[in-house]
């Protein structure tokens, strides 16, 4: 069964400092993987995917992610971390069970970025 | 563009009664809709996958004659909390899709936020 794991419950950066979330994937076949993000009682807002291609993903509001198939990690990234930005952030996984593309998602990571 | 709507956005019921929770992807057609609860703090479970015109697809463990889910259109999927308990409190996240369309990924409402006295 395919999963991702997010290992960190909270991460927290000074406003202005670079910010990593951290994301494990284990899968059968090639990943599709994703990141998400959730504002106070929101829904979803998809950041980004990798699919194939280059390992480094960009994606909205300045993140990206390195896609590391020895690691198989898939962390999220941004160079300068804004107090807006503080969230709670999902890794995501499609799984093909059943015929659809369902989302596997991990148990999500709150950021909290302090001025 | 890819733009889905829940409505309500919140609902307080009495324990025993009924709740309809309806998910709507307002440009572009869903062939594919998914509902999702998440407990506070927690991640996103799913509970089923719908295509339009057929029967969802329930995740083990989730009662599919509590949680009646019905899409009837391809713009609509409507999420049924029968007889709702306490424990049904929860916050409710739909989310559609159209592969064949050409939208790949799974676009996500705002979310429902029930709660059960």
């Known amino acids: 069964a395919q999963s991702v794991a997010q290992p960190e419950d909270q991460v927290n950066v000074a406003e202005g400092n670079p910010l990593t979330v951290k994301c494990t994937y284990s899968v059968s076949g090639n990943p599709y993987l994703f990141w998400y993000v959730q504002y106070p009682n929101r829904g979803l807002q998809f950041l980004l995917k990798?699919?194939?291609?280059?390992?480094l993903v960009k994606g909205s509001y300045g993140f990206e992610a390195e896609f590391n198939k020895s690691q198989t990690s898939f962390h999220l990234k941004k160079p300068s971390a804004l107090v807006s930005d503080s969230a709670l952030y999902f890794c995501a996984v499609r799984d093909r069970s059943g015929g659809y593309n369902k989302l596997i998602f991990g148990a999500g990571t709150r950021l909290a970025v302090h001025p | 563009g890819a733009v889905v709507s829940q409505h309500p956005s919140r609902v307080i019921c009495k324990s025993g009664t009924s709740v309809k929770i309806e998910c709507r992807s307002l440009?572009?057609?869903?062939?594919?809709m998914f509902w999702y609860r998440q407990f506070p703090k927690q991640s996103l479970m799913l509970m089923a996958t719908s295509n339009e015109g057929s029967k969802a697809t329930y995740e083990q463990g989730v009662e599919k004659d509590k949680f009646l889910i019905n899409h009837a259109s391809l713009t609509l999927s409507t999420l049924t909390v029968t007889s709702a308990h306490p424990e049904d409190s929860s916050f409710y996240i739909c989310?559609?899709?159209?592969?064949?369309?050409?939208?790949?990924?799974?676009?996500f409402g705002p979310g429902t936020r029930l709660t059960v006295l």
């Open positions: 990798y699919i194939t291609g280059d390992n």
């Open positions: 989310s559609a899709s159209n592969p064949a369309g050409g939208f790949n990924e799974q676009f």
């Open positions: 440009d572009f057609q869903a062939t594919t």
